[in-house]
C-alpha cells in the first residue's frame, strides 16, 4: 500500500541534487567547459543506452532505471545550454523599444537551438519507447519539457521570481526578455491544468495495481508535482535560491 513513498523520496532527492549539481558544474572556470560538454555527450550516450535496455522491463528496477536516465538526458540539454553550446541564434539584449509580438519572436530566437534539441531528444526518447513494456523514460521527458515550456511563457509575461542568479554571466542578457510581476493570466491555469493531470497519475500510483505501475506513477506524479511547486516558488514572495545555494553560489 505505502510502495509510493520510495519513489517519491527518490525523485525530490534527485530534482535536487541533479538541479544543484549542474549549476555547480556550470560554475567551474571557463577553461574546463570543452572537456565538461565532451564528458556530457558521453554521459548521454549512456543514457540513451540504458533508457533503451530498462525500456523493455516493466519491473520496479526497470522504472527507476528509465527515469534516471530520462532526467540525465533532460539534464544534458540543460547544461549544454548554460554552458552556452545550445541557446539561440540571439545572444543580445532585448531591444529597449520592443514589445508583442516582436519582443516574443526577439525572445524565442535567444533559445530556438535550444528548443530543437529538445524536440530532438523528445523524437528520440519516443522513437526508443514505440511498443515498449515500461514507457516510465518517455513520459518522464514529456512532463519535464511540458512544465518547462509552461515556465519559459510565464516568466515571459511576468512573474516575481525567475532565479536571474542561476544564470551564467554570458547569459545575462536573456533577463532583459523577462518581466517581474506578481502574477501573469497564464499562471493560473498552468496551476490548474498541472492540478488536472496531478490527481490522476497519483490516484493510479495509491490504487492497488502492481507493483511496477505503482512505482512509474509515483516516479511521474512526485516530478509533476515537483514542476507545479517550481511555478508556485516564480509567484511566492521569497526566492528559492536558498534550496541549490551549494551548487550556483560562484556561478558567474
Same mark, same amino acid.
Given at each position: 500500500?505505502?510502495?509510493? !513513498?520510495?519513489?517519491?523520496?527518490?525523485?525530490?532527492? !534527485?530534482?535536487? $541534487?541533479?538541479?544543484?549539481?549542474?549549476?555547480?558544474?556550470?560554475?567551474?572556470? =571557463?577553461?574546463?567547459?570543452?572537456?565538461? $560538454?565532451? +564528458?556530457? !555527450?558521453?554521459?548521454?550516450?549512456?543514457?540513451?543506452?540504458?533508457?533503451?535496455?530498462?525500456? =523493455?522491463?516493466?519491473?520496479?528496477?526497470?522504472?527507476? %532505471?528509465?527515469?534516471?536516465?530520462? !532526467?540525465?538526458?533532460?539534464?544534458?540539454?540543460?547544461?549544454?545550454?548554460?554552458?552556452?553550446? +545550445?541557446?539561440?541564434? =540571439?545572444?543580445?539584449? %532585448?531591444?529597449?523599444?520592443?514589445?508583442?509580438?516582436?519582443?516574443?519572436?526577439?525572445? $524565442?530566437?535567444?533559445?530556438?537551438?535550444?528548443?530543437?534539441?529538445?524536440?530532438?531528444?523528445?523524437?528520440?526518447?519516443?522513437? +526508443?519507447?514505440?511498443d515498449s @513494456?515500461?514507457?516510465?523514460?518517455?513520459?518522464?521527458?514529456?512532463? #519535464?519539457?511540458?512544465? =518547462?515550456?509552461?515556465?519559459?511563457?510565464?516568466?515571459?509575461?511576468? /512573474?516575481?521570481?525567475?532565479?536571474? @542568479?542561476?544564470?551564467?554571466?554570458? #547569459?545575462k542578457y536573456? +533577463?532583459?526578455?523577462?518581466?517581474?510581476?506578481?502574477?501573469?493570466?497564464?499562471?493560473?491555469?498552468?496551476?490548474? /491544468?498541472?492540478?488536472?493531470?496531478?490527481?490522476?497519475?497519483?490516484?493510479?500510483? @495509491?490504487?492497488?495495481?502492481?507493483?511496477?505501475?505503482?512505482?512509474?506513477? @509515483?516516479?511521474?506524479?512526485?516530478?509533476?508535482?515537483?514542476?507545479?511547486?517550481?511555478?508556485? $516558488?516564480?509567484?511566492?514572495?521569497?526566492?528559492?535560491?536558498?534550496?541549490?545555494?551549494?551548487?550556483?553560489?560562484?556561478?558567474?
Amino acid at each position: 500500500m505505502y510502495f509510493w !513513498i520510495s519513489p517519491l523520496i527518490f525523485t525530490i532527492f !534527485i530534482w535536487w $541534487f541533479s538541479t544543484g549539481l549542474i549549476l555547480k558544474i556550470n560554475s567551474l572556470p =571557463r577553461h574546463f567547459y570543452k572537456a565538461i $560538454f565532451v +564528458i556530457s !555527450i558521453v554521459t548521454l550516450m549512456f543514457a540513451f543506452w540504458g533508457l533503451q535496455i530498462s525500456s =523493455r522491463e516493466a519491473t520496479i528496477a526497470g522504472a527507476y %532505471c528509465s527515469f534516471t536516465c530520462a !532526467i540525465i538526458i533532460w539534464g544534458w540539454q540543460e547544461l549544454a545550454f548554460l554552458l552556452g553550446y +545550445i541557446t539561440g541564434s =540571439r545572444r543580445s539584449d %532585448c531591444p529597449k523599444d520592443s514589445g508583442g509580438l516582436r519582443r516574443a519572436w526577439y525572445a $524565442f530566437q535567444t533559445i530556438n537551438y535550444h528548443e530543437l534539441t529538445l524536440l530532438g531528444l523528445g523524437l528520440v526518447l519516443f522513437l +526508443i519507447n514505440l511498443d515498449s @513494456a515500461n514507457q516510465t523514460g518517455f513520459w518522464t521527458y514529456v512532463i #519535464l519539457w511540458g512544465m =518547462r515550456q509552461s515556465t519559459k511563457v510565464n516568466i515571459f509575461l511576468g /512573474v516575481l521570481n525567475f532565479n536571474e @542568479a542561476f544564470l551564467p554571466q554570458h #547569459l545575462k542578457y536573456l +533577463i532583459t526578455y523577462f518581466r517581474r510581476r506578481a502574477m501573469n493570466l497564464l499562471m493560473p491555469f498552468s496551476i490548474l /491544468v498541472s492540478l488536472l493531470i496531478l490527481i490522476p497519475i497519483w490516484s493510479h500510483a @495509491a490504487s492497488e495495481s502492481s507493483l511496477f505501475e505503482t512505482t512509474s506513477s @509515483a516516479l511521474l506524479g512526485t516530478l509533476l508535482g515537483l514542476g507545479l511547486l517550481e511555478h508556485l $516558488f516564480l509567484i511566492l514572495p521569497f526566492p528559492n535560491e536558498w534550496l541549490w545555494k551549494w551548487g550556483y553560489k560562484n556561478n558567474r
